[in-house]
């Protein structure tokens, strides 16, 4: 099969992002997070590395959605009906989602402490 051209690529994945928006309230809810962090960092003046942690932070939280939704459809699409194993997959991947959020808060905390209380 030919691959698609770069441009096209990009716009295929800029695609699903948009479909996310559109279909996932989770998702949504953390790209409202994303950017209340966007203008705390411009409003604290976040340092270079401050500014890093914040946004990795935000990031991994969207890409861990993204993977756990696009497992869910999977696992929706294999297997419709109530089964066990099916269980066990959406919830270690919903696992995944659940840390990386933990790990984000902390980083927030941890980050704007220093700006808010010294
Ligand atoms: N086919 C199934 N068989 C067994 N358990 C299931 C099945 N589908 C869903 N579950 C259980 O219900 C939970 C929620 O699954 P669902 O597909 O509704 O995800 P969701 O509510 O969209 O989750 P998220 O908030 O992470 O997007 C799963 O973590 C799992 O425990």
Same mark, same amino acid.
């Given at each position: 099969?030919?691959?698609?051209? !770069?441009?096209?690529?990009?716009? %295929? $994945?800029?695609?699903?992002? #948009? ?6 309230? %989770?998702?949504? &809810?953390?790209?409202? $997070?994303?950017?209340?962090?966007? *203008? ?8 270079? /590395?401050?500014? /890093?942690?914040?946004? *990795?932070?935000?990031? @991994? ?5 993204? #993977?756990?939704? $696009? ?5 929706? =699409? !294999?297997?419709?009906? #109530?089964?066990?194993? +099916? @269980?066990?997959?959406?919830? +270690?991947?919903? @696992?995944? /989602?659940?840390? *990386?959020?933990?790990?984000? &808060? +902390?980083? @927030? !905390? !941890?980050?704007?402490?220093?700006? =808010? #209380?010294?």
């Amino acid at each position: 099969m030919q691959k698609p051209p !770069i441009h096209r690529s990009f716009l %295929n $994945a800029f695609r699903g992002v #948009f479909l996310m928006l559109k279909t996932e309230r %989770n998702f949504q &809810i953390e790209v409202a $997070a994303f950017f209340i962090n966007l *203008m705390l960092i411009f409003y604290f003046k976040l340092s270079a /590395v401050d500014t /890093v942690l914040i946004l *990795m932070a935000s990031a @991994g939280v969207l890409s861990a959605e993204i #993977f756990n939704t $696009a497992i869910e459809r999977i696992c929706d =699409i !294999i297997q419709p009906d #109530f089964d066990k194993r +099916i @269980g066990f997959i959406k919830d +270690i991947s919903a @696992g995944a /989602v659940l840390l *990386m959020t933990i790990a984000s &808060i +902390i980083t @927030g !905390i !941890i980050v704007y402490w220093k700006y =808010i #209380f010294q």
